[in-house]
Protein backbone atom coordinates (compact mmCIF):
# COMPACT_ATOMS: atom_id res chain seq x y z
CA UNK A 1 0.00 0.00 0.00
CA UNK A 2 1.44 3.63 -1.13
CA UNK A 3 1.84 6.22 1.74
CA UNK A 4 0.05 9.69 0.92
CA UNK A 5 2.11 12.49 1.88
CA UNK A 6 -0.21 14.55 3.75
CA UNK A 7 0.61 18.29 3.51
CA UNK A 8 1.37 19.54 6.53
CA UNK A 9 0.75 23.37 5.90
CA UNK A 10 -2.73 22.19 4.92
CA UNK A 11 -3.36 20.14 8.54
CA UNK A 12 -1.48 23.20 10.54
CA UNK A 13 -4.34 25.34 9.08
CA UNK A 14 -6.96 23.30 9.37
CA UNK A 15 -6.27 23.16 13.18
CA UNK A 16 -5.49 26.61 13.58
CA UNK A 17 -9.31 26.80 11.61
CA UNK A 18 -11.32 25.15 14.55
CA UNK A 19 -9.37 26.84 17.15
CA UNK A 20 -10.51 30.10 15.88
CA UNK A 21 -14.01 28.27 14.78
CA UNK A 22 -14.22 26.89 18.10
CA UNK A 23 -13.73 30.53 19.90
CA UNK A 24 -16.60 31.95 17.86
CA UNK A 25 -19.15 29.54 18.36
CA UNK A 26 -18.61 29.74 22.22
CA UNK A 27 -18.63 33.44 22.68
CA UNK A 28 -21.68 34.66 23.99
CA UNK A 29 -22.82 37.31 27.19
CA UNK A 30 -21.72 36.55 30.94
CA UNK A 31 -24.13 34.04 32.18
CA UNK A 32 -25.35 33.30 28.74
CA UNK A 33 -25.46 30.19 27.14
CA UNK A 34 -24.60 30.49 23.29
CA UNK A 35 -26.85 30.62 20.68
CA UNK A 36 -25.91 28.89 17.54
CA UNK A 37 -28.08 27.22 15.02
CA UNK A 38 -27.34 23.36 14.65
CA UNK A 39 -25.57 23.75 11.21
CA UNK A 40 -23.01 25.97 12.83
CA UNK A 41 -20.84 22.93 14.32
CA UNK A 42 -21.06 21.34 10.77
CA UNK A 43 -18.59 23.91 9.81
CA UNK A 44 -15.76 21.96 11.67
CA UNK A 45 -15.62 18.49 9.92
CA UNK A 46 -16.86 20.10 6.42
CA UNK A 47 -14.39 23.10 6.65
CA UNK A 48 -11.04 20.99 7.80
CA UNK A 49 -12.09 18.69 4.46
CA UNK A 50 -11.92 21.55 2.18
CA UNK A 51 -8.50 23.19 3.22
CA UNK A 52 -6.88 19.67 3.48
CA UNK A 53 -7.98 19.04 0.20
CA UNK A 54 -6.88 22.26 -0.86
CA UNK A 55 -3.51 22.08 -0.11
CA UNK A 56 -3.34 18.63 -1.02
CA UNK A 57 -4.56 18.52 -4.33
CA UNK A 58 -5.07 22.29 -5.85
CA UNK A 59 -2.20 24.37 -3.92
CA UNK A 60 0.49 21.67 -3.33
CA UNK A 61 2.27 24.16 -1.26
CA UNK A 62 3.89 22.85 1.70
CA UNK A 63 6.19 25.69 4.11
CA UNK A 64 7.08 22.62 6.57
CA UNK A 65 8.73 20.18 4.04
CA UNK A 66 11.90 21.35 2.40
CA UNK A 67 12.93 19.72 -1.02
CA UNK A 68 15.93 17.13 -0.22
CA UNK A 69 18.58 18.31 -2.72
Given at each position: MRKKD???TGIVLA?????VLF??????PPGEAPMNPPWAYAM????VVV???LFDY?????FFKKKKE
Open positions: RNVVIYCVEILIDAFPLGITSVIKFD
